[in-house]
């Protein structure tokens, strides 16, 4: 690439991402040399100029794109000269061209593509007769038509010659560039998304009910709706329509006007202005409107696409940084019925030391049996936590794990449910099968439960990202783009905490800067062989890993209890001769300095630079010595859930519960209240002020208390609310209103009993709700 190409797009970037051009132009060389995005941003900020992880998350993404559209320009420019059409003004226009979109329109007419009727009307000598009438309206079509009668062309009569200059006209109309992105900008900010249920398949398609008769502004949709509205009509219970505006009639209209304006022609009454007219009416119907309703279609998917990645990414750090239990000896529980519930015990290390399978529960039924087995594991391996997966038979399990701690009141144990989402992937995995070779799958399952419990971090890193579930309709967007999203998560969340080399699975040191699983397999061999590594500096003995990983590694690992203490913290081994510096200047033994707040704090950071680190740098290295290897994780802490609240069945609206947050979407939040189907909280329902994204107010891992608005057991739907004065409306009253999610609308309710909805409480993000809130006003 050019170095004026290259600047072009360090330009461009640093205008979208908030920066200067030589910071994007930096970080750019810096990628380009194999660095990664969580090592340019903690350990390369004087290069870049402090660019933070999100600003080079989206520089990464933004080059891609950009590169792929300059590869893209350079590949129709030299396709369209290879024809010998291309002109000067339009080369100027392509390199003008700052989307693939806006490429692909002015390529459009150069394509390579199938005979067309277009085409064939060229070749039998036509076009001259569709010039003829648009330079003359004043001549009668037909009468012209009848000079361009050839039988042997193929053209049998006048109309069959009109036919073809027609077939020209749109073809030439519908492949005009400006006229395209004209039309394109006016139907997007206008366009209206219309879904109808298939006739025949209301029934099959209940659960797209919400759309069988539903219009909404494509500019406006949110992306969990329109993601949902494709998944109707993928599964063929749905059909969608662009519609040009609310009033569709005038907005074909205003469309079949444009193309005319474009074309030069006016009707005035003319001979042939009724013709050119229709001609343009079925270039903007036939041609143009179902262009651009694919079109239009695929960028709204691809936005509504990057906002559920973005969702499931933002759900998946949270579950990634959850609070850590720490090093604790855990109980693991997986329950199930017929099955029974299989139990593993980890010790502090997350070492297995035993498991058993229990029946307490039907057909078995024997409850006593396993409260006995329970004790003894804990009582013999010291447990101080039980963890049990919230699948089937949770509460059930949740009720045995009650009575065990009332059994044990000496070990002081305590109980928390946890997500199980992904342990069953876990135990069938190649990962699995190696950590445990002898060990039967349906315990894998237990085990993970345990660990995740102690550590979430270092065990979901073994799970493929997707297989967790805390995403928006995830399964309907690019599983590329999401796999490569989410993996880029995980390896943000992986770099900010840290890793301890000497007890790391290898999935988890995968996830580090720099090392690929390969590198990180020889580092567990490397340890297993020779025994715990005792200096950072020890890593370049690893089959493979040299000086260019260790300097995107070596900074992410901690050695505790290691020759270096520096090892243990996050300062880079590049940046010791600092510390040394520190060391020299105040006289005080490193030892005596790490830890020692009051004394770190007093030091300038503009004291110890050089050519190399600068202040941002030192005040980093002035942190870890003040809180070396510090966790950025929240304090652990569990939600207690109701007793005697155990199914759905068992709720009754005005209940105030305590709960989880399991998952975050655009429209609002879901909450674990321990009925194995989690609440819906609306986002107008999730505080007492407006919320425009619920991340704002609440995150996966969450403890809440809600209160129960509605349940609606035959849809295993269950509405929920934040603020806690809320009053569910009269059933009488509640209509057949309902959001994206299928539970009715919060904000269609009063709080406090009657009348109009609570004067605070935001609009529901619903075309329904909006429309009803219009009829009222008016």
Not at 19 to 47: H, M
Not at 572 to 591: L, S
Request: aromatic share 4%.
């Amino acid at each position: 690439m050019s170095p004026a190409l290259a600047r072009k797009i360090s330009q461009t970037i640093a205008e979208e991402i908030g920066a200067k051009p030589e910071q994007a132009s930096a970080a750019i060389a810096l990628l380009d040399e194999g660095a990664t995005v969580p090592f340019i941003a903690r350990y390369r900020k004087e290069v870049t100029g402090g660019l933070d992880d999100t600003q080079l998350r989206n520089l990464e993404v933004r080059l891609v794109y950009l590169r792929e559209l300059e590869e893209r320009r350079a590949a129709i420019l030299s396709s369209i000269e290879e024809q010998g059409k291309l002109t000067d003004a339009l080369r100027a226009d392509i390199e003008a061209a700052d989307s693939k979109a806006r490429l692909e329109d002015l390529y459009l007419p150069y394509k390579q593509k199938r005979r067309t009727r277009a085409q064939i009307a060229r070749e039998a000598g036509l076009e001259p007769l569709a010039d003829g009438l648009i330079e003359d309206p004043s001549r009668v079509p037909e009468e012209f038509a009848a000079q361009f009668v050839d039988a042997d062309k193929g053209v049998a009569d006048a109309k069959a010659a009109l036919e073809g200059a027609r077939a020209i006209l749109i073809e030439r109309w519908g492949e005009d560039a400006a006229l395209i992105g004209e039309l394109r900008e006016w139907l997007w900010a206008n366009g209206v998304i219309r879904a109808k249920v298939v006739e025949g398949k209301e029934a099959a398609g209940e659960k797209f009910r919400d759309y069988f008769d539903h219009a909404e502004p494509l500019a406006k949709i949110p992306s969990h709706r329109l993601l949902a509205l494709l998944r109707g009509r993928r599964e063929e219970f749905l059909t969608l329509d662009l519609e040009p505006g609310s009033d569709a009639e005038a907005g074909h209209l205003y469309a079949e006007g444009r193309v005319a304006l474009r074309a030069g022609i006016r009707d005035q009454g003319r001979a042939a202005d009724t013709w050119l007219r229709n001609a343009c009416r079925l270039a903007w119907k036939a041609k143009l409107h179902l262009h651009l309703l694919i079109d239009l279609f695929a960028q709204a998917r691809e936005q509504a696409e990057a906002e559920a990645i973005a969702v499931f990414g933002d759900n998946l750090k949270d579950l990634l940084l959850a609070a850590p239990a720490g090093p604790k000896a855990v109980l693991g529980l997986d329950p199930g019925l017929r099955t029974g519930v299989k139990v593993a015990v980890v010790d502090a290390t997350g070492k297995l030391v035993a498991t058993d399978t229990i029946y307490p529960h039907e057909p078995r039924r024997q409850w006593d049996q396993s409260l006995a087995a329970l004790r003894k594991l804990c009582q013999a391996h010291g447990v101080q936590l039980v963890a049990i997966g919230n699948g089937t038979a949770s509460r059930e399990t949740d009720k045995l794990a009650g009575d065990l701690l009332k059994l044990c009141p000496e070990l002081k144990m305590q109980k928390i449910v946890v997500s199980e989402a992904g342990a069953s992937v876990y135990s069938a995995s190649e990962l699995a099968a190696k950590e445990f070779p002898g060990l039967d799958v349906s315990l894998r399952g237990a085990v993970s439960i345990a660990r995740r419990l102690q550590d979430p971090l270092a065990e979901l890193v073994k799970i493929e990202p997707k297989a967790i579930g805390v995403g928006q309709y995830q399964h309907d967007v690019d599983q590329y783009r999401l796999a490569r999203a989410l993996d880029a998560r995980v390896e943000d969340c992986v770099n900010a905490v840290g890793v301890h080399v000497n007890t790391a699975s290898s999935a988890l040191l995968a996830r580090v800067s720099g090392l690929s699983s390969s590198v990180a397999e020889n580092i567990v061999a490397h340890r297993d062989a020779n025994g715990p590594f005792r200096r950072r500096k020890d890593l370049l003995k690893v089959p493979r890993l040299g000086e260019k990983t260790f300097e995107q590694c070596a900074g992410f690992l901690r050695i505790a209890d290691g020759d270096e203490p520096l090892d243990a913290s996050g300062v880079h081994p590049e940046a010791y001769p600092v510390v040394e510096r520190i060391v020299q200047a105040t006289g005080k033994p490193i030892q005596a300095m790490i830890g020692d707040s009051g004394f770190v704090r007093t030091l300038k950071p503009a004291q110890f630079t050089d050519e190399r680190f600068g202040e941002p740098t030192v005040r980093d290295i002035l942190k870890e010595l003040e809180k070396p290897g510090r966790d950025p994780r929240p304090e652990f802490k569990a939600a207690q859930f109701a007793d005697g609240v155990e199914d759905i069945k068992d709720l009754r609206e005005g209940m105030i519960l305590e709960g989880v947050v399991s998952n975050v979407a655009a429209f609002g939040a879901f909450v674990d209240i321990g009925v194995h189907q989690d609440g819906l909280i609306h986002i107008s329902a999730l505080s007492d002020r407006f919320v425009k994204d619920p991340r704002e107010v609440v995150k996966a891992g969450d403890i809440v208390k809600v209160k129960v608005l509605e349940v609606d057991v035959a849809r295993k739907r269950i509405a929920l609310t934040r603020r806690l004065d809320d009053t569910p409306a009269p059933r009488q009253e509640r209509g057949g209103e309902r959001n994206a999610a299928g539970t009715r609308d919060p904000a269609r309710r009063n709080p406090r009993g009657g009348g109009a909805p609570k004067p605070s409480a935001p609009p529901a993000d619903n075309a329904l709700a909006q429309a009803f809130a219009r009829a009222r006003r008016s």
